[in-house]
């Protein structure tokens, strides 16, 4: 034979097989790698705060009359210090006898301890602390391999029922012994057996598995900057760091959204299939996929910003898995292609848009081979759908409070023919009761009849507690414990002379929405507090290499933006942008090496769009509902975030901001008592009444006559 490797073909394969196994095993190596590189970050975390703790903060815990001795003048000068030298050398400090030292030691040790249990990983791309840099190589050589080992078991097992049966028979042809005394026949066998080894060597199936080991080998080996790599895909990165942290009891109470014990336990018990999944689930969203299909129909109102998609997504990935082939969602026509995305990125199954002048063609389509089918508000009142999809998917389900309403019906229509259906809020209680038990009734109706006003008057655990059946609610604090800092801020600004003209103006004609843009002068206008302010901002978070996303209701006011803020300016993203530009415009944003403002309609951009990359969010006026102004701040603090974000609300001092705002508090706190888990102000009847804003939250024309007044207009 002229390939010296061929000589003994039964060894190759043996050291391919060995090969194989290793490559298979390497993602446990790696698993292994990671638990211990958790462990030494939580342990760096949890001693950098008893670095700082001095050893006199201990008294509090210490049995009474424990003496510390002269301590402040020796090295064991921290907690820290304490935690980790031992009884005897705390008894050579003098002033401190055995007894006391014992207990100064044990009270250092047990307050690492407790420090320790309660520290999570947080990654810090701005320090780029050693420990944490090889936590994340093992973090995203774990990801390669994951991904590029699948398959390989089977085709080495088929491997092996080619090559098992010539093995034995290989390997007598290599000793000279059994040449000697092994009869003819059986020296026959042996070449054939060696010929045939040789032949299957030389197969494209075995030069297939030697590059697809030689893959997972590389895939394991560090590639690039891991930091740079954790910035672009955050949240993936910090779902698959979840596997390897553990919750307590009340984070895990968190995490299954306090539904209670019996639900939570019915819903476990579904063992979900991830076989069509690409990405990694964290333990809440697995929860929430679980929920969804042990529940059969329900609601997922998880705060903006958890990933609603990709839950939803895991379900019909299950269910594809058990035979199903037949998904629908139903959205607004802005995140349409968001969707699409959303699907290619996290399954393997495939997305059509059954929208636009294709919907006829792209419907029938979806009808033959299956798939996830995204259509619109609009659009699902003129589809005609033969199929029974196995899982209706509705977002921004409230769209449809008002049953009403066409979208309502229609939307109510699918989900009473479908198998199972979920529909996705972040803000399902908004103005009032009556409206969040609709979406209830759209999928329980029987739990809708259980759900009374008066259920807030005993706190939002009881309201829970009645709409759990069919309602599963996280928020981000109790589930995203690594999600960057949210600061919130309110920047009143006193209004200029030009303002307050403009202002008065608007007053005088009853002119509301002239009075909510007059604190921003017009092309060629004059000056103008709040845009001042804006630029004020924009410069600041640009020198600090921050990205930015200006919101505000009229266009009329972002045009002002583009004018006036330097540097480079994203849009006018607004209502005209269709969905593939309105993306296109925040792929743009995103990619733009530098600092960068993207300006955005608030209605059109606070909803469905990923935009992380940014980090200060700038709402130019107050809004009348909570919802529009959490969502649009969503955009950006939301996983896969990885640096503060802050938050700008830009509001003028005697003007109709300050009505709005008090408005807009109102709304919030009536939302906390409901969606949240807090509890109800206390026989607070405007709390729980279904015409609360009747007398709460005056409208518009209210407003006008309360300025005129104060103006000395009226």
């Known amino acids: 034979m002229s390939d010296p490797e061929l000589e003994r073909p039964s060894e190759m394969f043996d050291a391919l097989f060995a090969e194989g196994e290793a490559a298979t095993q390497a993602a446990v190596s790696l698993r292994a790698s990671i638990r211990g590189s958790v462990h030494a970050v939580l342990d760096a975390q949890a001693d950098d705060i008893l670095r700082k703790a001095p050893a006199a903060g201990l008294k509090q815990s210490l049995p009474r009359g424990t003496r510390l001795g002269s301590l402040e003048q020796t090295r064991l000068r921290t907690v820290l210090d304490l935690a980790k030298s031992s009884p005897a050398e705390i008894g050579a400090v003098p002033g401190i006898g055995p007894q006391s030292a014992q207990a100064i030691h044990d009270a250092a040790v047990a307050q690492r301890k ?24 093992s973090l995203t050589a774990l990801r390669r391999v994951e991904r590029e080992v699948q398959g390989l078991p089977v085709e080495i097992a088929h491997l092996r029922t080619l090559v098992d049966p010539w093995q034995s028979a290989a390997s007598r042809s290599y000793s000279w012994i059994s040449r000697i005394f092994t009869s003819r026949a059986k020296k026959l066998e042996s070449q054939k057996a060696v010929y045939q080894l040789n032949a299957v060597a030389k197969s494209p199936e075995t030069q297939s598995i030697r590059e697809h080991i030689a893959r997972i080998v590389a895939a394991g080996s560090p590639a690039g900057n891991v930091w740079t790599e954790y910035e672009r895909d955050a949240a993936s990165l910090n779902a698959l760091l979840s596997q390897f ?10 995490s299954h ?58 379900v019909a990935a299950h269910l594809a898995a058990k035979g199903d082939k037949h998904f629908l969602v139903v959205c607004p026509a802005s995140v349409l292609i968001n969707w699409s995305i959303e699907t290619r990125k996290h399954t393997k199954l495939r997305p059509l848009q059954l929208h636009g002048a294709e919907r006829e063609s792209a419907t029938q389509d979806w009808i033959r081979q299956g798939g996830v089918a995204i259509t619109t508000f609009n659009t699902l009142q003129r589809l ?95 589930v995203l414990k690594e999600l960057p800092e949210l600061i919130e801020v309110e920047d009143w600004v006193q209004p200029t002379a030009d303002d307050n003209s403009r202002y008065r103006d608007a007053v005088a004609s ?11 002068a017009g092309s060629g206008q004059t000056k103008s507090a709040k845009m001042e302010r804006l630029r004020e901002i924009v410069e600041e978070a640009e020198d600090n290499g921050a990205k930015i996303i200006v919101f505000s209701f009229f266009k009329s006011v972002l045009d002002a933006v583009r004018r006036e803020v330097p540097g480079v300016v994203f849009g006018p993203l607004t209502g005209a942008t269709s969905s ?45 509902k909570p919802s529009t102004e959490v ?83 009226a």
């Open 384 to 478: 005609d759908i033969s199929v029974t999809p196995a899982l209706v998917v509705i977002d921004e389900a409230h769209y449809i409070k008002n049953k009403a309403a066409q979208r309502s019906i229609a939307s109510h229509k699918l989900i009473g023919k479908s198998k199972r259906a979920v529909l996705l809020s972040g803000t399902p209680m908004e103005n009032r009761v009556v409206e969040f038990r609709n979406l209830v009734e759209y999928v329980q109706p029987d739990t809708a009849r259980r759900i009374n006003a008066s259920d807030g008057l005993g706190g939002g655990d009881l309201f829970r507690k009645t709409v759990a059946p069919a309602y599963l609610r996280r928020n981000q604090v109790d």
């Open 257 to 314: 959204g306090f539904v209670g014990s019996t639900i939570a336990s019915e819903t476990q018990k579904v063992v979900l299939d991830r076989t069509h999944l690409r990405s990694y689930l964290r333990a809440y969203q697995a929860f929430g996929a679980q929920y969804i299909l042990s529940r059969g129909k329900a609601i997922l109102g998880d705060e903006m910003g958890l990933g609603k998609t990709i839950q939803a997504l895991a």
């Open 114 to 137: 407790r420090i320790r249990a309660g520290e999570r990983v947080r990654l810090d791309p701005q320090r780029k602390p050693k420990l944490e840099a090889q936590l994340l190589e």
């Open 580 to 624: 593939t530009q309105r993306q296109q415009m925040v792929d743009d944003f995103t990619s733009h090496n530098g600092r960068a403002v993207l300006v955005s309609q608030i209605e059109a951009g606070g909803v469905g769009l990923n935009i992380q990359a940014a980090s200060v969010v700038i709402l130019t006026e107050p809004q009348w």
């Open 245 to 254: 942290t553990s919750l307590g009891a009340a984070e895990v109470d968190a």
């Open 510 to 520: 009853r002119n509301f929405m002239a009075m909510r843009q007059s604190a921003y």
């Open 631 to 713: 969502q649009a701040i969503a955009r950006a603090h939301r996983m896969g975030q990885i640096r503060t974000v802050q938050v700008h609300r830009l509001l003028a001092k005697d003007t109709v901001d300050e009505r709005m705002r008090e408005v807009l508090e109102r709304k919030t706190q009536l939302f906390d008592e409901y969606a949240r888990r807090s509890q109800a102000k206390e026989a607070d009847r405007a709390s729980v009444d279904d015409g609360w804003d009747q007398g709460v939250a005056p409208a518009e024309n209210s407003i006008i006559e309360l300025e005129r007044k104060r103006l000395g207009l």
